[in-house]
């Protein structure tokens, strides 16, 4: 699960977005978050930022994308590694 503060993720959305109004950011931010919140719990019946629903967490504001993204993969090649092995 990767979370940042709604204040660091801001400039991001607007980059990608292209967008010049941070309210836009925010509100896209927001309502992203509200949907994606919402078919999670559809799906898994859980809370969607719930640290406890999920195997890993970052702060993605701390550690920045990069770092992230290269924890996610040598974690997912990890347990593929053991299931790999265990078979």
Known sequence: Y?????EDRIPRVMQVHQLSDELAARTLIEQTDADR????????????????????C??????????????VVKLVEHVLEGMAASD
């Open 2 to 6: 990767l979370h940042a503060p709604l």
């Open 58 to 71: 970052i702060d993605t504001s701390r550690v920045g994308l990069d770092i992230a993204e290269d924890t």
């Open 37 to 56: 919140s919402r078919f999670i719990h559809k799906v898994t019946g859980r809370v969607a930022n719930d640290a406890h629903s999920h195997h890993l």
